[in-house]
């Protein structure tokens, strides 16, 4: 699994908005979860989730 370098990441200063985020994302990723087919998400199915490549192809413009 790839993480985006700490305080490159795009983050609300709210700290209330910050949780709902980490809440939301922990969602997805229970979700993507629940329907893989395997035991385990891949690395990289993890990074699709929680959209690591996208944020990234953002930061690169």
């Avoid at 990441?9 to 994302?25: F, G, S």
């Avoid at 922990?26 to 893989?36: K, Q, R, V, Y």
């Amino acid at each position: 699994m790839r993480v985006a370098p700490p305080g490159t990441a795009i983050v609300p200063a709210d700290p209330d908005c910050v949780a709902l985020a980490e809440i939301e994302l922990c969602g997805e990723l229970i979700i993507a979860a629940s329907t893989a087919d395997g035991e385990r998400l891949s690395a990289d199915r993890i990074d699709e989730v929680l959209r690591v490549a996208a944020e990234r192809a953002v930061k690169a413009h």
